[in-house]
């Protein structure tokens, strides 16, 4: 090649450089010193925006205190510099973050397997890998994707949702057990605002306090999933809008209810089945609004359903099934919100109205509960879950 073929092979290299559009590389991991790294934060602190670091099998342990750009300090595993990245484990069982027993703190610090560090919000994607016996598994701020990945004895919270968008966690399992205790899961802060979130085909089981708890989160997803032995399964607030539909809630704690909405959230529900607990759909305040198809609540041994404090409720071809508690529906309203408690075309276990009514305690029992539940015309036999759009109930808030 001639000088002139040179200069213009340099200066082409010069400017994708410039533009940011370098080939991305694969950055190879491997605990046992075959690949590039033996330490994946090793890999992250040279990866460049849209690199792929590839993770080998192994257990991964090296904690780092780290400060971050943002405030505060941390005893941390894995911190992604840049975006858009890419990190691969080659199978989810054999890749394993985290020390071989719960270590809460390291040299003073709380613990962490995963948080990002400041970069562009352009995100990043994590596939293939167990995460567990850190404090907080990972700590979520910028969009990220995870896949196929395990969150497992953790000793707060799986996944701490910090006023981040378009957090996707697909076809992933969180666990905890006797000797860790009870956890939490997917969990957003007080007041913290976490739109786009996304969490489908996944499964929580195992002394999950609270497996999703989403704040703030306009159009968020839960789907496809599966819960069981947990506390609560969803609690909805702080005006979160969205859709839980296609899920299972099996045999879970005692105790507490399967899916709390509050804070003048807007919900759909969709195709869900519940296993007998003490109560199965909570709601609470003026503006919480919830419509539902094709449920099969199965009985609560405390109330099945209970809209109170100016929550409003329609239900259409679902199962309102008395668990033998003190009764199928509680319904209490303040003055003047005007809320609606509407479950005609519901089945309820019989087809005799008094004992229908004899189940729901509401403004026909004490007049200062301000709200009366409307639940004739009623279904004769069981309405099996089915998928169907609840576009029309949604309307009818609307009207």
Known sequence: MGKRGQFGAVLVVGLLMVAGLAPARTLLVERDGSGEYTVIQDALDVAAAGDTVLIGSGRYDD???????????????????????????????????????????????????????????????????????????VGAWV??????????????????????????????????????????????FVGGQNPGLVVRDCVFRHQLNSCVVPTGSAGFEISGCSFEDIGVA????????????????????????????????????????????????VLFDRGTQVTGRHLVLAGGTVYTVSAEA?????????????????????????????????????????TDSTQIAAWIYDGNDDPQMNVKVQFMPFRTSTTPARQQSVGGLKAWFRR
């Open 310 to 350: 100016g929550a409003s409720l329609i239900l259409r071809d679902c199962d309102i099934l008395n668990g033998g508690g003190q009764g199928t529906v509680l319904a209490a309203d303040n003055p003047l919100t005007g809320a609606v408690v509407d479950l005609r075309e519901c089945y309820w276990g019989t």
């Open 234 to 281: 969803a609690e909805i607030q702080f005006e979160s809008t969205g859709v839980i539909r296609d899920c299972v809630v099996g045999p879970s704690a005692p105790g507490v209810g399967r899916i709390y909405v509050s804070g003048r959230s807007v919900v759909d529900l969709e195709n869900l089945r519940f296993s007998e607990s003490s109560a199965q759909l």
């Open 63 to 137: 904690f780092r205190v780290h400060t971050f750009v943002m405030g505060g300090t941390t005893a941390v595993l894995m911190v992604p510099m840049v975006s858009p990245l890419t990190i691969l484990g080659v199978d989810r069982d054999s890749v394993i973050v985290g020390p071989v027993a719960l270590t809460p703190s390291y040299q003073g610090h709380q613990t962490a397997c995963l948080v990002p560090d400041q970069f562009p919000r352009d995100g990043i994607h994590i596939d293939g890998i167990t995460f567990e016996h850190t404090n907080v598994l």
């Open 143 to 188: 969009p990220t994707t995870f896949s196929s990945c395990r969150f497992r004895f953790m000793g707060q919270t799986a996944i701490q949702l910090l006023n981040v968008s378009d957090l996707h966690v697909i076809g992933c399992e969180f666990e905890s057990s006797p000797e860790v205790g009870w956890v939490d899961g997917i969990v957003g």
